[in-house]
Protein backbone atom coordinates (compact mmCIF):
# COMPACT_ATOMS: atom_id res chain seq x y z
CA UNK A 1 0.00 0.00 0.00
CA UNK A 2 1.64 2.94 -0.86
CA UNK A 3 1.80 6.29 1.62
CA UNK A 4 -0.12 9.21 1.15
CA UNK A 5 1.52 12.54 0.17
CA UNK A 6 1.16 15.74 1.83
CA UNK A 7 1.92 19.04 -0.33
CA UNK A 8 3.11 16.89 -2.87
CA UNK A 9 6.16 15.50 -1.37
CA UNK A 10 5.82 11.07 -0.46
CA UNK A 11 5.09 10.52 3.26
CA UNK A 12 8.80 8.70 3.51
CA UNK A 13 10.42 12.26 2.41
CA UNK A 14 8.62 13.82 4.73
CA UNK A 15 10.02 10.97 7.26
CA UNK A 16 13.19 11.68 6.46
CA UNK A 17 12.87 15.29 6.68
CA UNK A 18 11.99 15.19 9.97
CA UNK A 19 14.86 13.04 11.10
CA UNK A 20 17.02 15.18 9.78
CA UNK A 21 15.70 18.10 10.76
CA UNK A 22 15.10 16.90 14.66
CA UNK A 23 18.93 15.71 14.68
CA UNK A 24 20.15 18.67 13.29
CA UNK A 25 18.09 20.76 15.85
CA UNK A 26 19.30 18.68 18.90
CA UNK A 27 22.72 18.58 18.15
CA UNK A 28 22.83 22.37 18.05
CA UNK A 29 21.18 22.52 21.59
CA UNK A 30 23.27 19.68 22.73
CA UNK A 31 26.73 21.41 21.69
CA UNK A 32 26.14 25.22 21.46
CA UNK A 33 23.27 25.53 24.43
CA UNK A 34 23.53 22.78 26.32
CA UNK A 35 21.02 20.00 27.71
CA UNK A 36 20.72 21.43 31.24
CA UNK A 37 19.30 25.49 29.64
CA UNK A 38 16.27 26.12 31.23
CA UNK A 39 14.16 26.99 28.04
CA UNK A 40 15.48 23.53 26.53
CA UNK A 41 13.81 21.64 29.45
CA UNK A 42 10.85 23.32 29.42
CA UNK A 43 10.43 22.74 25.40
CA UNK A 44 11.34 18.87 25.90
CA UNK A 45 9.36 18.44 28.90
CA UNK A 46 6.25 20.32 27.63
CA UNK A 47 6.60 20.62 23.54
CA UNK A 48 8.42 18.09 21.65
CA UNK A 49 8.51 15.07 24.50
CA UNK A 50 4.49 15.41 24.57
CA UNK A 51 4.49 15.21 20.68
CA UNK A 52 6.45 12.19 20.22
CA UNK A 53 4.36 10.56 23.05
CA UNK A 54 1.19 11.07 21.50
CA UNK A 55 2.47 8.97 17.98
CA UNK A 56 3.98 5.99 20.57
CA UNK A 57 0.54 6.40 22.14
CA UNK A 58 -1.55 5.78 19.33
CA UNK A 59 0.40 2.89 18.29
CA UNK A 60 0.24 1.37 21.89
CA UNK A 61 -3.81 1.47 21.62
CA UNK A 62 -3.85 -0.12 18.49
CA UNK A 63 -1.62 -3.65 19.33
CA UNK A 64 -4.55 -5.80 20.94
CA UNK A 65 -7.52 -5.19 17.96
CA UNK A 66 -4.20 -5.23 15.09
CA UNK A 67 -2.59 -8.66 16.14
CA UNK A 68 -5.95 -10.37 17.17
CA UNK A 69 -7.25 -9.75 13.86
CA UNK A 70 -4.30 -10.40 11.53
CA UNK A 71 -3.49 -13.92 13.76
CA UNK A 72 -7.03 -15.12 13.40
CA UNK A 73 -7.68 -13.93 9.33
CA UNK A 74 -3.84 -15.15 8.68
CA UNK A 75 -4.90 -19.04 10.30
CA UNK A 76 -8.11 -18.74 8.54
CA UNK A 77 -6.57 -17.94 5.22
CA UNK A 78 -5.19 -21.47 5.08
CA UNK A 79 -8.36 -22.80 4.88
CA UNK A 80 -9.24 -26.09 5.90
CA UNK A 81 -6.42 -27.29 7.63
CA UNK A 82 -7.06 -30.99 6.82
CA UNK A 83 -7.53 -30.36 2.72
CA UNK A 84 -4.45 -28.48 3.22
CA UNK A 85 -2.51 -31.94 2.63
CA UNK A 86 1.16 -31.71 1.80
CA UNK A 87 1.74 -28.06 0.37
CA UNK A 88 -0.27 -27.06 3.29
CA UNK A 89 1.94 -28.73 5.85
CA UNK A 90 5.20 -27.86 3.92
CA UNK A 91 4.03 -24.23 3.97
CA UNK A 92 4.00 -23.73 8.01
CA UNK A 93 7.02 -26.00 8.68
CA UNK A 94 8.92 -23.74 6.37
CA UNK A 95 7.15 -20.64 7.61
CA UNK A 96 8.59 -21.49 11.29
CA UNK A 97 11.59 -23.22 10.46
CA UNK A 98 12.65 -20.41 8.17
CA UNK A 99 11.64 -17.12 10.76
CA UNK A 100 13.45 -19.34 13.36
CA UNK A 101 16.76 -19.51 11.01
CA UNK A 102 16.17 -15.62 10.60
CA UNK A 103 16.10 -14.43 14.43
CA UNK A 104 18.30 -16.75 15.51
CA UNK A 105 20.92 -14.60 12.38
CA UNK A 106 19.53 -11.51 14.19
CA UNK A 107 20.26 -12.45 17.87
CA UNK A 108 23.61 -13.97 16.95
CA UNK A 109 24.47 -10.42 15.36
CA UNK A 110 23.46 -8.22 17.76
CA UNK A 111 25.04 -10.30 20.88
CA UNK A 112 28.22 -10.52 18.53
CA UNK A 113 28.86 -6.63 17.83
CA UNK A 114 26.41 -5.15 20.81
CA UNK A 115 25.72 -1.80 19.06
CA UNK A 116 23.57 -0.71 22.04
CA UNK A 117 26.67 -0.74 24.32
CA UNK A 118 28.35 2.27 25.81
CA UNK A 119 25.66 4.97 26.48
CA UNK A 120 26.38 6.82 29.74
CA UNK A 121 23.73 4.88 32.45
CA UNK A 122 22.60 8.53 33.74
CA UNK A 123 21.59 9.51 29.83
CA UNK A 124 19.34 6.72 29.19
CA UNK A 125 17.65 6.53 32.75
CA UNK A 126 16.83 10.42 32.09
CA UNK A 127 15.49 9.38 28.37
CA UNK A 128 13.58 6.87 30.67
CA UNK A 129 12.03 9.30 33.04
CA UNK A 130 11.47 11.61 30.06
CA UNK A 131 9.08 8.71 28.34
CA UNK A 132 7.86 6.55 31.41
CA UNK A 133 4.61 8.92 31.51
CA UNK A 134 3.54 8.72 28.20
CA UNK A 135 4.23 4.89 28.19
CA UNK A 136 2.46 4.12 31.67
CA UNK A 137 -0.29 2.20 30.59
CA UNK A 138 1.89 -0.13 28.40
CA UNK A 139 4.85 -0.16 30.59
CA UNK A 140 2.41 -1.39 33.55
CA UNK A 141 1.82 -4.43 31.97
CA UNK A 142 5.63 -5.24 32.24
CA UNK A 143 7.25 -8.62 34.04
CA UNK A 144 9.35 -7.70 36.30
CA UNK A 145 11.20 -11.27 35.23
CA UNK A 146 11.10 -13.59 32.82
CA UNK A 147 10.88 -17.57 33.31
CA UNK A 148 10.62 -20.19 30.78
CA UNK A 149 7.81 -22.44 33.05
CA UNK A 150 5.91 -19.31 33.88
CA UNK A 151 6.15 -17.88 30.55
CA UNK A 152 4.73 -21.01 29.49
CA UNK A 153 1.93 -21.13 31.91
CA UNK A 154 1.03 -17.73 31.36
CA UNK A 155 0.77 -18.62 27.06
CA UNK A 156 -2.97 -19.80 28.53
CA UNK A 157 -4.88 -17.04 29.60
CA UNK A 158 -8.23 -17.70 32.42
CA UNK A 159 -10.25 -14.88 30.97
CA UNK A 160 -8.83 -13.29 27.49
CA UNK A 161 -10.58 -9.85 28.50
CA UNK A 162 -8.81 -9.59 31.79
CA UNK A 163 -5.35 -10.33 29.73
CA UNK A 164 -6.43 -7.90 27.16
CA UNK A 165 -6.89 -5.36 29.58
CA UNK A 166 -4.27 -5.65 31.55
CA UNK A 167 -1.60 -5.73 28.19
CA UNK A 168 -1.10 -9.26 28.53
CA UNK A 169 -0.62 -9.19 24.51
CA UNK A 170 0.73 -12.93 24.18
CA UNK A 171 -1.62 -14.58 25.86
CA UNK A 172 -4.27 -12.68 23.76
CA UNK A 173 -1.97 -13.53 20.33
CA UNK A 174 -2.85 -17.66 21.67
CA UNK A 175 -6.39 -16.89 22.25
CA UNK A 176 -6.33 -15.28 18.93
CA UNK A 177 -4.36 -18.51 16.76
CA UNK A 178 -6.84 -20.99 18.64
CA UNK A 179 -9.85 -18.61 17.15
CA UNK A 180 -8.71 -19.03 14.34
CA UNK A 181 -8.03 -22.60 14.22
CA UNK A 182 -11.30 -23.15 15.36
CA UNK A 183 -12.90 -20.88 12.91
CA UNK A 184 -11.30 -23.02 10.71
CA UNK A 185 -12.34 -26.21 11.52
CA UNK A 186 -16.14 -25.23 12.02
CA UNK A 187 -16.96 -23.97 9.05
CA UNK A 188 -20.38 -23.03 8.28
CA UNK A 189 -22.01 -20.27 6.91
CA UNK A 190 -22.26 -18.35 10.62
CA UNK A 191 -18.31 -18.55 10.68
CA UNK A 192 -18.04 -17.66 7.47
CA UNK A 193 -19.68 -14.12 8.76
CA UNK A 194 -17.65 -14.35 11.57
CA UNK A 195 -14.28 -14.12 9.09
CA UNK A 196 -15.72 -11.56 7.31
CA UNK A 197 -16.36 -9.73 10.68
CA UNK A 198 -12.97 -10.00 12.08
CA UNK A 199 -11.64 -9.54 8.35
CA UNK A 200 -13.42 -6.02 8.76
CA UNK A 201 -11.53 -5.40 11.93
CA UNK A 202 -8.42 -5.99 10.36
CA UNK A 203 -9.07 -3.50 7.52
CA UNK A 204 -10.23 -0.93 10.10
CA UNK A 205 -7.17 -1.31 12.07
CA UNK A 206 -5.27 -0.93 9.54
CA UNK A 207 -6.47 1.92 7.80
CA UNK A 208 -5.85 3.48 11.42
CA UNK A 209 -2.15 2.70 11.38
CA UNK A 210 -1.84 4.07 8.06
CA UNK A 211 -3.68 7.36 9.39
CA UNK A 212 -1.31 7.40 12.53
CA UNK A 213 2.11 6.74 10.60
CA UNK A 214 1.11 10.02 8.74
CA UNK A 215 2.03 11.65 11.78
CA UNK A 216 5.17 10.22 11.55
CA UNK A 217 7.31 13.19 10.62
CA UNK A 218 6.30 15.39 13.29
CA UNK A 219 6.96 12.88 15.98
CA UNK A 220 10.04 11.92 14.61
CA UNK A 221 11.33 15.33 14.79
CA UNK A 222 10.09 15.85 18.21
CA UNK A 223 11.67 12.39 19.00
CA UNK A 224 14.74 13.15 17.63
CA UNK A 225 15.40 16.81 18.75
CA UNK A 226 14.85 14.94 22.31
CA UNK A 227 16.99 12.52 21.64
CA UNK A 228 19.64 14.35 19.71
CA UNK A 229 19.77 17.10 22.67
CA UNK A 230 20.09 14.50 25.46
CA UNK A 231 22.78 12.13 24.12
CA UNK A 232 24.56 14.26 21.15
CA UNK A 233 27.37 12.48 18.66
CA UNK A 234 26.95 9.45 20.84
CA UNK A 235 23.08 8.85 19.50
CA UNK A 236 24.54 8.82 15.70
CA UNK A 237 26.95 6.27 16.40
CA UNK A 238 24.48 3.80 18.33
CA UNK A 239 22.15 4.46 15.62
CA UNK A 240 24.45 3.86 12.70
CA UNK A 241 25.71 1.04 14.53
CA UNK A 242 22.13 -0.62 14.85
CA UNK A 243 21.05 -0.02 11.39
CA UNK A 244 24.65 -1.76 10.02
CA UNK A 245 23.68 -4.83 12.34
CA UNK A 246 20.14 -5.36 11.34
CA UNK A 247 20.83 -4.74 7.32
CA UNK A 248 23.99 -7.34 8.01
CA UNK A 249 21.86 -9.61 9.26
CA UNK A 250 19.42 -9.16 6.70
CA UNK A 251 21.65 -9.97 4.28
CA UNK A 252 22.95 -12.93 5.07
CA UNK A 253 19.71 -14.20 5.32
CA UNK A 254 18.95 -13.09 1.69
CA UNK A 255 22.19 -14.08 0.29
CA UNK A 256 23.34 -17.18 1.87
CA UNK A 257 19.76 -18.70 3.40
CA UNK A 258 17.60 -18.23 0.86
CA UNK A 259 19.98 -19.50 -1.95
CA UNK A 260 20.96 -22.94 0.11
CA UNK A 261 17.29 -23.11 0.50
CA UNK A 262 16.38 -22.91 -3.00
CA UNK A 263 19.45 -24.73 -4.32
CA UNK A 264 18.73 -27.98 -1.66
CA UNK A 265 15.49 -27.82 -1.12
CA UNK A 266 13.58 -26.58 -4.14
CA UNK A 267 16.28 -27.88 -6.45
CA UNK A 268 16.71 -24.49 -8.40
CA UNK A 269 19.74 -22.42 -9.52
CA UNK A 270 19.64 -19.53 -7.12
CA UNK A 271 20.98 -17.02 -10.13
CA UNK A 272 17.73 -18.03 -12.24
CA UNK A 273 15.80 -17.45 -9.15
CA UNK A 274 16.69 -13.96 -8.31
CA UNK A 275 16.72 -13.36 -11.64
CA UNK A 276 13.17 -14.46 -11.77
CA UNK A 277 12.56 -12.30 -8.70
CA UNK A 278 13.72 -9.09 -9.14
CA UNK A 279 10.76 -7.22 -10.10
CA UNK A 280 8.84 -8.08 -6.76
CA UNK A 281 11.95 -7.12 -4.95
CA UNK A 282 11.94 -3.50 -6.41
CA UNK A 283 8.13 -2.75 -5.34
CA UNK A 284 8.92 -4.42 -2.07
CA UNK A 285 11.95 -1.99 -1.49
CA UNK A 286 9.93 0.68 -3.00
CA UNK A 287 6.41 0.71 -1.43
CA UNK A 288 7.61 -1.01 1.91
CA UNK A 289 4.28 -3.49 1.47
CA UNK A 290 3.95 -7.25 1.29
CA UNK A 291 0.53 -6.38 0.86
CA UNK A 292 1.05 -4.08 -2.44
CA UNK A 293 3.51 -6.63 -4.02
CA UNK A 294 1.50 -9.56 -3.88
CA UNK A 295 0.25 -8.71 -7.46
CA UNK A 296 3.67 -8.61 -8.36
CA UNK A 297 4.61 -11.64 -6.50
CA UNK A 298 2.29 -14.11 -7.81
CA UNK A 299 2.69 -13.17 -11.68
CA UNK A 300 6.67 -13.48 -11.35
CA UNK A 301 6.10 -17.20 -9.48
CA UNK A 302 3.90 -18.18 -12.73
CA UNK A 303 5.82 -16.10 -15.59
CA UNK A 304 9.66 -16.40 -14.40
CA UNK A 305 9.66 -19.14 -11.74
CA UNK A 306 7.38 -20.99 -14.05
CA UNK A 307 5.49 -22.65 -10.39
CA UNK A 308 2.04 -23.96 -10.41
CA UNK A 309 -0.52 -21.49 -10.16
CA UNK A 310 -2.64 -22.90 -7.56
CA UNK A 311 0.46 -23.57 -5.20
CA UNK A 312 2.08 -20.29 -5.52
CA UNK A 313 -1.54 -18.77 -5.42
CA UNK A 314 -1.97 -20.05 -1.88
CA UNK A 315 2.06 -19.67 -0.60
CA UNK A 316 1.98 -16.15 -1.89
CA UNK A 317 -1.49 -15.19 -0.45
CA UNK A 318 -0.88 -17.15 3.09
CA UNK A 319 2.78 -15.78 2.98
CA UNK A 320 2.16 -12.33 2.96
CA UNK A 321 0.75 -12.05 5.94
CA UNK A 322 2.14 -15.31 7.84
CA UNK A 323 5.46 -15.75 6.55
CA UNK A 324 7.92 -12.52 7.40
CA UNK A 325 10.85 -13.57 8.00
CA UNK A 326 12.54 -9.91 7.57
CA UNK A 327 9.96 -8.89 9.57
CA UNK A 328 10.81 -11.27 12.41
CA UNK A 329 14.91 -10.41 12.15
CA UNK A 330 14.27 -6.74 12.50
CA UNK A 331 12.00 -7.47 15.63
CA UNK A 332 14.71 -9.61 17.40
CA UNK A 333 17.46 -7.38 16.44
CA UNK A 334 15.35 -3.67 17.90
CA UNK A 335 14.60 -5.77 21.23
CA UNK A 336 18.44 -6.76 21.68
CA UNK A 337 19.67 -3.62 20.47
CA UNK A 338 17.17 -1.29 22.82
CA UNK A 339 17.87 -3.99 26.06
CA UNK A 340 21.93 -3.30 25.56
CA UNK A 341 20.95 0.44 25.15
CA UNK A 342 18.98 0.49 27.97
CA UNK A 343 21.88 -1.18 29.82
CA UNK A 344 19.45 -4.29 30.39
CA UNK A 345 20.82 -7.53 29.82
CA UNK A 346 18.65 -10.56 28.29
CA UNK A 347 19.39 -14.18 29.49
CA UNK A 348 19.49 -17.12 27.24
CA UNK A 349 16.12 -17.86 28.47
CA UNK A 350 14.77 -14.53 27.90
CA UNK A 351 16.88 -14.43 24.41
CA UNK A 352 14.82 -17.80 23.36
CA UNK A 353 11.23 -16.47 24.77
CA UNK A 354 12.40 -13.05 22.31
CA UNK A 355 12.94 -16.00 19.41
CA UNK A 356 9.70 -17.45 19.84
CA UNK A 357 7.77 -14.19 19.86
CA UNK A 358 9.07 -12.84 16.99
CA UNK A 359 8.12 -15.98 15.36
CA UNK A 360 4.64 -15.58 16.52
CA UNK A 361 4.60 -11.72 16.22
CA UNK A 362 5.59 -12.27 12.42
CA UNK A 363 2.59 -13.99 11.61
CA UNK A 364 0.46 -11.48 13.25
CA UNK A 365 2.28 -8.76 11.67
CA UNK A 366 -0.19 -6.43 8.96
CA UNK A 367 1.95 -6.38 5.58
CA UNK A 368 1.85 -2.51 5.47
CA UNK A 369 4.37 0.39 6.03
CA UNK A 370 5.71 0.51 9.87
CA UNK A 371 3.10 -2.55 10.53
CA UNK A 372 6.17 -3.89 12.76
CA UNK A 373 6.38 -1.24 15.23
CA UNK A 374 3.28 -2.17 17.42
CA UNK A 375 4.87 -5.89 17.56
CA UNK A 376 8.48 -4.42 18.92
CA UNK A 377 6.19 -2.66 21.49
CA UNK A 378 4.92 -6.13 22.71
CA UNK A 379 8.19 -7.96 22.65
CA UNK A 380 9.94 -4.91 24.26
CA UNK A 381 7.28 -5.17 27.76
CA UNK A 382 7.35 -8.96 27.42
CA UNK A 383 10.80 -8.94 28.52
CA UNK A 384 11.29 -5.68 30.59
CA UNK A 385 12.59 -3.17 27.85
CA UNK A 386 11.02 0.16 28.71
CA UNK A 387 8.38 -0.17 25.04
CA UNK A 388 9.18 3.68 25.16
CA UNK A 389 12.49 3.20 23.62
CA UNK A 390 11.21 2.48 20.34
CA UNK A 391 11.14 6.20 19.64
CA UNK A 392 14.83 5.88 19.46
CA UNK A 393 14.42 3.98 16.52
CA UNK A 394 11.93 5.73 13.85
CA UNK A 395 13.94 7.36 12.53
CA UNK A 396 15.89 5.01 10.56
CA UNK A 397 13.15 2.46 10.53
CA UNK A 398 11.62 3.59 7.17
CA UNK A 399 14.65 2.27 5.71
CA UNK A 400 14.61 -0.42 7.99
CA UNK A 401 11.31 -1.27 6.69
CA UNK A 402 11.85 -1.01 2.93
CA UNK A 403 14.57 -3.62 3.47
CA UNK A 404 12.94 -6.24 5.51
CA UNK A 405 10.02 -6.26 3.34
CA UNK A 406 12.29 -7.17 0.36
CA UNK A 407 13.45 -10.35 2.55
CA UNK A 408 9.95 -10.91 3.32
CA UNK A 409 8.71 -10.90 0.11
CA UNK A 410 11.77 -12.96 -1.82
CA UNK A 411 10.97 -15.28 1.74
CA UNK A 412 7.89 -15.72 0.18
CA UNK A 413 8.84 -16.64 -3.28
CA UNK A 414 11.13 -19.31 -2.16
CA UNK A 415 9.17 -20.96 0.59
CA UNK A 416 6.48 -21.46 -2.72
CA UNK A 417 9.40 -22.49 -4.69
CA UNK A 418 10.46 -25.19 -2.12
CA UNK A 419 6.83 -25.99 -1.62
CA UNK A 420 5.93 -26.12 -5.73
CA UNK A 421 9.16 -28.64 -5.96
CA UNK A 422 7.46 -32.25 -7.65
CA UNK A 423 3.68 -30.61 -7.86
CA UNK A 424 2.03 -29.42 -10.91
CA UNK A 425 -1.30 -27.83 -11.46
CA UNK A 426 -2.96 -31.25 -12.46
CA UNK A 427 -1.57 -32.74 -9.09
CA UNK A 428 -2.39 -30.48 -6.61
CA UNK A 429 -4.82 -31.28 -4.12
CA UNK A 430 -7.82 -30.92 -5.96
CA UNK A 431 -9.40 -29.14 -2.25
CA UNK A 432 -6.53 -27.21 -1.83
CA UNK A 433 -8.45 -23.64 -1.47
CA UNK A 434 -8.21 -20.59 -3.74
CA UNK A 435 -6.78 -18.00 -0.95
CA UNK A 436 -8.14 -14.25 -1.91
CA UNK A 437 -5.56 -11.63 -1.35
CA UNK A 438 -5.49 -9.96 2.03
CA UNK A 439 -6.53 -6.34 1.89
CA UNK A 440 -4.43 -3.75 0.57
Not at 160 to 171: M, R
Not at 180 to 191: I, N, Y
Not at 343 to 359: A, K, R, S
Amino acid sequence: MRMGRRAGIALHWLMLIGFLVGLGLGLWVNLAVGADAGWVQWLTTNVTAPAGQIFLRLLFMLVIPLLFSALVVGVAEMGDLKALGRAGWRTLVLTVVVSAVAVLIGLGMVNLFRPGDGVDPVLARQLLEQGREGAAGIVSGAPETVQLGQFFLDLIPSNVFTAAAENQILPVMVFALLFGVGLVMAKSPATDRLQQVIEGLLEVTMKLINLVIKLAPIAIAALMFNLAALFGWDLLARLAAYVGVAVGAMAIHMFVVYPLMVRLLGGRSPLAFFRGVREPMVVAFSTASSNATLPVSLRAAETELKLPRRISRFVLTVGATANQNGTALFEGVTVLFLAQFFGIELDIGQQFIVMLVCILGGIGTAGVPAGSLPVVAMILVMVGVPPEGIGLILGVDRFLDMCRTTLNVTGDLAVATVVSRGETDAAAPADLPEPTAPPV
